[in-house]
């Protein structure tokens, strides 16, 4: 392996020393290389920069000036206010930070600072800094005249030990010798760099820390993202091509015994986009490929069917076919449902979960190793030892993302290497769902069946919430049933919102005492929540008082009305799968919003109101709340570290990373040809630990 220069440790860079090398480190900065692609988090100039002079009261403002004074004054009702008066070449202002004295340690006179905040007034115009950042601790006004030569400031993360100004002076003195040092491990040549358009290595990371406009900041960071994005593909497409080529696949033949007679017996078509996604499965499954696929689709848009299809394939072909869902409520459900579809075709329907009886499970598992049990649904009690298949072709993981990497795979383990498709009803946006899976080929359900009608979402402000039970109660009169929604279980002191014990005790008691009404959330134990979900599917309970443990996959047609209490405190993703349980069935539905929103909530209430489409949805959720925290739902236990890629605006450049990393191994699995060796490098660089695995294996 070639060694790259910025493989050495950060402590042997000018001015890093040993105490700064190990403060960095705990910044997860530990190579010449980690520092390099330490980028700021923010970038100012001209055009964000205001000269002193020309503050506004009442506007916001960044500036850049000279601490002059400084010292903690105290008002009357004692509250400490540490204040600074900042002077740039137009003039002087008072910066005040009330309540917070603890600044008089990080501020020294003499300091360059940039700071940004709200303009107010208090005996002159004074500046509230929501945030600060010292550039420089040298007192001369350099900083202040570069504004004008249209200079950027960079700042940095920092961290308590090691100050932005500490920072910026390690990149003073390293980062040309730095610069020049990742020249070698440019990986695309120029004729490819022009095809996509994008910055060389060298010129991206120049243009990160030194930018001359902030739309270079742009470009750099492209660069930078195509690299993340790459890389993170080509891990991708080794694990593709070893799940798929390394165990060759089962070639499952198709003799129409028993998938005609389904289809024959379906009450309605399958929809165009359930006919697209089973012909790719259908492709997989026949070819001696195994098949690593995942189904989106939006609430409703019919996934279950389409997997039984699938499963039948594989019984058709002399394999078992095995369902496994995240809650023993969703596999009863879809014991249920198929059991019900496969009766007339004469394959009955096993189903183990972590309920039955120590002799029920011993039965199921001898059918399971005899054979004679051909479709199999479960829940993780699939997954536990002792659990033989006699022949397993085919393994459906539904709500995928319930679990986690290893339970996912656990069931495909086999010697037999069964094909697998998982099944994920939370829509997440197709760049999300490259990034994060793109080991997996997609299938996305297009559309929903016809004559759906959509459900009515209105808002209502919570004084009008007995105009909004008067609604419920005209469902009920119908012989409809209800559920009412509460983000929380208890009472919080804290907080003001409504919880479902609170509201379960109302309800009942006092708004509808002639009906029955249920409460189900996460503290019950699964037998308590069970029994509270069979009664409402049965019909007996009328309305089902919440929390978001029903959000998964619960299916019960007769179920018109869903009132949501503090819906701003869901996400967009979530609420869209509440919304999914009622507006079932054919009739008309309704889901009402109790809620008086504003600023950032009314804006997402008002898209969840205007658009039912899941996926359209989960685009906005992710520019809202940003992908970091979407990777946190998503994951578990895949973390792609994306610094610079913006799953919100890169999709072209994903599409592209996956393209070429797929060619890559495709042509050269192994990447021993020459030309792969600078990207194996740097593939090691990245994903040391990940290519472990694969040699292990
Ligand atoms: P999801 O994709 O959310 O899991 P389901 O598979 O539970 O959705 O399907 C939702 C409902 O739509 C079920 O009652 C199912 O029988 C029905 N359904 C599925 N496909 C069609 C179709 N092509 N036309 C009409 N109804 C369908
Ligand atoms: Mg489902």
């Known amino acids: 392996m070639t060694y790259f220069k910025l493989n050495k440790p950060v402590q042997f860079l000018k001015g890093v020393g040993p105490s700064r090398s190990e403060a960095l480190g705990r910044m997860g900065i530990f190579t010449a290389r980690d520092l390099l692609y330490h980028g700021p988090r923010r970038y100012d100039d001209a055009s964000t920069i205001q ?71 208090f005996h002159g115009r004074q500046l509230q800094p929501r945030e600060f950042v010292v550039l420089g601790r040298s007192g001369n006004h350099t900083k202040a005249k570069e504004l004008s030569t249209g200079h950027i400031f960079v700042s940095y993360p920092a961290s308590e030990e090691i100050q932005q100004w500490v920072i910026r002076g390690v990149f003073e003195k390293n980062l040309e010798s730095l610069l020049g040092s990742i020249a070698e491990e440019e990986y695309l040549d120029s004729s490819q760099l022009k095809q996509l358009t994008l910055l060389g290595i060298q010129e991206a990371l120049q243009a990160l820390h030194k930018p001359d406009s902030l739309e270079q900041v742009e470009q750099g960071r492209r660069r930078l993202a195509f690299d993340e994005l790459f890389f993170l593909q080509v891990l991708y497409a080794m694990g593709r091509h070893r799940q798929t080529t390394l165990n060759t696949g089962i070639s499952f033949q198709r003799d129409n015994k028993f998938i005609a007679s389904l289809h024959d017996a379906l009450p309605f078509d399958l929809t165009e986009g359930q006919v697209k996604v089973l012909r790719e499965i259908f492709g997989d499954m026949s070819s001696p490929r195994r098949m690593n696929r995942l189904l989106q689709g939006d609430v409703g848009s019919g996934k279950t069917i389409v997997c039984l299809f699938a499963m039948l394939l594989a019984v058709e072909g002399g394999y078992q076919a095995a369902l496994m869902a995240p809650t023993e409520l969703l596999a009863e459900q879809h014991a249920n449902t198929l059991g019900r579809l496969l009766e007339p075709l004469g394959i009955e329907i096993y189903l183990l979960t972590g309920k039955k009886s120590d002799k029920e499970r011993r039965i199921i598992l001898q059918s399971l190793k005899g054979g004679q049990a051909r479709v199999i649904v479960g829940t993780h009690a699939l997954i536990q030892k002792g659990v033989v298949f006699e022949k397993l072709g085919l393994v459906v993981v539904d709500e995928q993302h319930r679990f986690g990497v290893k339970q996912r795979m656990a069931l495909g383990d086999s010697e037999l290497a069964p094909d697998t498709l998982l099944m994920s009803a939370t829509p997440i946006p197709r760049s999300l769902a490259m990034a994060l899976y793109g080991d997996f080929d997609l299938s996305i359900i297009d559309g929903l069946p016809v004559g759906r009608k959509p ?126 349980r009622v507006g079932r069935g054919s009739t008309e539905s309704y889901c009402v919003l109790i809620a008086d929103p504003e600023g950032m909530a009314a804006e997402r209430i008002e898209i969840f109101m205007k658009t039912s489409d899941g996926f359209i949805l989960a685009k906005e959720d992710l520019r809202i709340r940003g992908q970091g925290d979407f990777f946190g739902q998503q994951q578990h236990g895949r973390d792609p570290v994306l610094k610079f890629a913006d799953l919100t605006k890169d999709e072209d450049l994903l599409v592209e990373a996956q393209h070429r990393a797929r060619s890559l191994i495709e042509i050269d699995p192994g990447l021993k040809s020459p030309e792969a060796q600078p990207v194996v490098e740097l593939l090691g660089c990245r994903y040391a630990d990940r290519l472990e695995l694969f040699s292990a294996g």
């Open 51 to 121: 000269a002193i002079e020309s503050l506004e009261v009442g506007s916001e403002a960044t500036v850049v000036g000279t601490v002059r004074s400084r010292g903690v004054i105290s008002t009357k009702s004692r509250l400490r206010i540490f204040q600074a008066v900042l002077q740039d070449q137009s003039g002087m202002i008072t910066c005040a930070w009330p309540g917070q004295p603890w600044i008089e340690r990080k501020l020294q006179d003499g300091d360059v600072v940039l700071a940004t905040g709200s303009v107010k007034f």
């Open 455 to 580: 459900v009515k979402t209105l808002l209502y402000p919570p004084r009008k919430r007995n105009e909004v039970y008067k609604k419920l109660e005209s469902e009920l009169m119908e012989g409809r049933q209800a559920y009412v929604v509460y983000p929380l279980i208890d009472d919080s002191d804290k907080i003001d919102l409504r919880s479902a014990k609170e509201g379960y005790e109302k309800l009942s008691k006092e708004v509808f005492p002639n009906r029955k009404v249920g409460l189900v959330h996460g503290q019950l134990s699964s037998e308590e929540r069970d029994e509270v979900m069979q009664s409402f599917i049965s019909g007996e309970t009328e309305i089902l008082v919440a929390t978001t443990v029903i959000e998964v996959g619960i299916d019960v047609g007769n179920a018109t009305i869903m009132l949501i209490e503090n819906p701003e405190r869901f996400g967009l993703s979530q609420l869209h799968q509440l919304r999914g």
